[in-house]
């Protein structure tokens, strides 16, 4: 069973930096780009960033362009996402995600919420 | 960026209805469109992708076309099952982009 499960989040003050974590089980984690999807609370879906199944190329929306950075450590099946410089408009809720090419986003994380606020 | 245009933003339906949801790309996105079931308090669940296969376990009450640059979301025999939100999703180039999402309520 593929799962998916984030952690990490919490209240940070503005400035301030937090990483998450989304650690995979049940497939062959270094098959696959994963990515970090956001929603503001009451808002959409929002893409973050993807990384590629080797970590080689990573995308990033421009509002977290040289504030965040996706990682993988395919050793430990494990989604890295470290943010930097955070703001009160990047609280939501970061779910991480498996990308199945076609099949777009397959699986999801359940989600963890991050809050900036002094 | 590519635009995903949603609508409508809610809609309300009854137990048996057919309902569509529809999302217009400002540029072209070829088949790579996906739709997605949102819960409250849940994480998104995949239903359709390639604009029009449906993803495994989902019910075949649910079924996604394309007309031009046109996506819609059809949901045939509405069940209190199929509240929740909608959304829309063009991965065909990033920045990926998502619809404002479709709430759908049962009366």
């Known amino acids: 069973e593929v799962q998916l499960v984030e952690s990490g989040g919490g209240l940070v003050q503005p400035g301030r930096s937090m990483k998450l974590s989304c650690a995979a089980s049940?497939?062959?984690?270094?098959?696959?780009?994963m990515a970090w999807v956001c929603q503001a609370p009451k808002k959409g879906l929002e893409w973050v960033a993807t990384?590629?199944?080797?970590?080689?190329?990573?995308y990033y929306r421009d509002s977290v362009k040289g504030r965040f950075t996706i990682s993988r450590d395919n050793a430990k099946s494990t989604l890295y996402l470290q943010m930097d410089s955070l703001r009160s408009e990047d609280t939501a809720t970061y779910y991480c995600a498996r990308f199945g090419g076609i099949q777009d986003f397959d699986y999801w994380g359940q989600g963890v919420m991050v809050t900036v606020s002094s | 960026d590519i635009q995903m245009t949603q609508s409508p933003s809610s809609m309300s339906a009854s137990l048996g209805d057919t309902v569509t949801i529809n999302c217009l790309a400002s540029?072209?996105?070829?088949?790579?469109l996906s739709w997605y079931q949102q819960k409250p308090g849940k994480s998104p669940k995949l239903m359709i992708y390639g604009a029009t296969n449906l993803e495994d376990g989902v019910p075949s009450r649910f079924s996604g076309s394309r007309s031009g640059s046109d996506y819609s979301l059809t949901i045939n025999s509405l069940g209190y099952d199929d509240e929740g939100i909608y959304h829309c999703?063009?991965?065909?180039?990033?920045?990926?982009?998502f619809g404002a999402g479709t709430k759908l309520e049962l009366k």
């Open positions: 540029q072209d996105i070829g088949n790579y």
């Open positions: 049940g497939f062959t984690f270094n098959n696959y780009d």
């Open positions: 999703h063009q991965y065909y180039e990033y920045p990926y982009t």
């Open positions: 990384i590629s199944y080797d970590g080689s190329s990573t």
